[in-house]
């Protein structure tokens, strides 16, 4: 079997071929034709499938074959010129009937397909036996009906050319039965008895006709295992008469009307065959097709099928019509397959194909699109591959499904992958464009971040298996969408949680710098305590400094905290993440405090805070009136006792001490050990603070003595500045 009959159904319709006369499918020098298809595609046949049927004639040669077949069925094969005498048809001849013959109500079947076989009795062609069985064979193993022609007064002359002839069709029966013992191809063997004068009742023909057909029977040498078969194992009979065509021509027509309406169809096939097995005539008006003789070959294999079968017989290769079959299935299959693909399947998967391909990308509308495609791909190919060969059928409808399901993977898999980026990307984009809507409006920090970041990753998600849903097939695994779904879920949630830490990030940023200002002016009114600017004798020695510090620190540091823990609720902060932040947000607000404390308390400051509390104590009265100094005064003792007062709140100023406990304030205790989670740095925010009381001097005894000096000098110079006011008081 070659390519030759590639491309059929897409062929032209005749290619201009002249098909009046049908087409010659075994030329005379034994040769198939190609025009086969091209035949059946001028009668539309090629997509009929099963629908159809072949019927082939047998007989001596210028025994009216071909004139009973074109009165039967309308064709238009070639006839003895009666002048002539000579034989006109040459090989095999096969012409499509003309439909509907009916009458009585019973109408020919569609779509009959005849072959006019060349006989032969060796007055034409010679000794030429060889054809004859090449023919019959080749009859044999296409056709449902084998038509048997024969001379009325030739019936009972056991020793006749048809009798030769049926001796052949009978022995290439039995080698094609035997090759192929699984398919019990029954055939029928429909004797027309031509010239009939009426003297002799049909069933008394047939009587002898099956007499004669027995003891050939009986005379073939059987092969082993058939030894005792019957003829009626192989063979239906079936038996009709006709008048002499020339001497009761208006009869002749009449009688092959009739006959034409007997190739029909027939369904109640049991009744027939024990009828059809007897060579019972009665009832001689019975229809002919049986669905059992039907060789099962779909229109569209029938030219490379009875092709196959040719050169098999040609080359006087044993015919074994399985293999052949499924040779055919197997040619037909793929053809059908490529073009099914290539006409239903591609046009929609390659355009998709050509978008995608290298990166994860959305192909909008692509399940829409190839869902169907494919079931449509694959229900076309059942249509029509699925009368071949069922094995084979199934095989190559797999390897199809399997050549569709790769390409369309490689697709859905993109297109998947695609949706998760895209999923991922409209999270982020909706959630960061709300925090920036949310840090532009006023209430900046009122916003609910929690339940933006779940209607977004819902919105998200819905997307996804929006687009997603329309691409699964639900007996095909590879078509679930779960796995990337779950995938993008999970990135969803990490996006949600790194926007969630900046969020708080910039929350607790947010806080420091409000405990930072708020911190400033409190503190400062601590440290300015001691100076005791307008509270005259009941000055502060200082002796409270750290607690009011503490105290400050301690409110204005625990409300930070509860300002931040209130919003990072809804920011949907885990315990962990509040954990943390916590932790960092004390740590930063006692840095803040330190600094602030340090400010207070540089060199500078110190002195000047010194000299108030001084000056306080010297140059003002237990009322808080400026002294004017008299000589009587006891400067000294005055200078001496705020000298001394004041010096000691030096050693005080130097360490952070509360009163209450003589300790330094529980800083340690305050901020607490880093959590866990915390994962220490080269960024100090995350690193841990070792709290000492160290930490809590903030002069050094070497400092302090500097100090004591630098304030000395100080007090001494307003002492004598003092002194030197009541001198020149007098002296005025
Ligand atoms: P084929 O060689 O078997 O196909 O025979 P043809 O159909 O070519 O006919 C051979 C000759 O037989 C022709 O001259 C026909 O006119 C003639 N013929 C055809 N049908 C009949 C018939 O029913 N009775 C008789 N006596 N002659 C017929
Ligand atoms: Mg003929």
Redesign the pocket.
Known sequence: MNGQISGIGSKGVDDGEDFSMGVQVINENKEFSEKLPSYLSYHSLLASGFNYHLVA?F????????????YLFGTQ??????TA?R???KGIWMSKAQPGQSQNGKTMADNILVM?V??TDGRERGEDQDFERKSALFALATSEVMIV?V?EHQVGLYQGANMGLLKTVFEVNLQLFQKNQSTSQRSLLFFVI??HIGTTPLQGLADTLMADLNRIWGTLSKPQGLENSQITDFFDFEFAA??????QGDK?VEETKKLATRFREVEEESAIVSGRKEGDVLGGDRGIFLPSYHRRIPADGLPMYAEGIWTQIVTNKDLDLPSQQELLAQYRCEEISASITASVFDPVVTPFEEKGHQAAKVLEGLGEAIVPARQETLSAFSVEAGRYFKPVFLKKKEELEKKLDGRLKALVILHYQGLHKRAVQEFEDSVTAYLKKAAAASSASEHDFRETVEEAKEAALARFIEEAEPCVIPEQSWSSFKEELAHTESDIDAVASRVRGEEIRRLRLRIERVIKTKLAEPIELEFRKLSGSGTGAGKSDGKKLWDGVWAVFEKISSDGLDRFLSKAQALNASPEENEQAVWKLKKKSWAILKAKIDEELMEGNILMKLRENFEDRFRYDENGVPRVWKPSDDIEGLYARARESTLLLIPLLSKMELSATSKPPPVAEFIGKRPASVIATSDDEDEDVEIDDDLMVILTDAKQVGLQDRFRKMADGIYVEAKRSTISSVSQ
Do not use: A, C, Y
């Open positions: 004639v007989g001596s040669q210028s025994t009216g074959k071909s004139t009973l077949l074109n094969f070639s006839v003895m010129d009666e005498r034989q006109t048809t006019d060349e006989g022609n001379w031509r010239d006709l008048p002499h065509k020339i001497l002749f």
